[in-house]
Nanobody, 122 residues
């Protein structure tokens, strides 16, 4: 059974930092892109960042570029999202996803975690 489990969310003041983690299990994810999406209440789920299996290819939403960094852990099935200079508008539930296509569209990711809440107080 494939599982993606996010952790690291919480409450932080504006300007602060958090690091989210995602651990995937249940199959080999060799060749998979790992991505982060987020969804705020009343809004659609939006792309945040993705990273290739090798870690060489990354992409970021304009809203987080220069503040967030996606990376893969030494274990191939782990991915991180380091979030710096957090803003109130970053408040959302953050989801980890895995798929075979480097895409900003959530429909291209068949595997999803349950999400972790990030709340940024202003």
């Amino acid at each position: 059974q494939v599982q993606l489990v996010e952790s690291g969310g919480g409450l932080v003041q504006a300007g602060g930092s958090l690091r989210l983690s995602c651990a995937a299990s249940g199959r080999t994810f060799s060749g998979y892109y790992m991505a982060w999406f987020r969804q705020a209440p009343g809004l659609e789920r939006e792309f945040v960042a993705f990273i290739s299996w090798s870690g060489v290819v990354t992409d970021y939403a304009d809203s987080v570029k220069g503040r967030f960094t996606i990376s893969r852990g030494n274990a191939e099935n782990t991915v991180y999202l380091l979030m710096n200079s957090l803003k109130a508008e970053d408040t959302a539930t953050y989801y980890c996803a895995a798929g075979l296509v480097n895409s900003r569209h959530s429909t291209n990711y068949p595997y999803w975690g349950q999400g972790t809440q990030v709340t940024v107080s202003s």
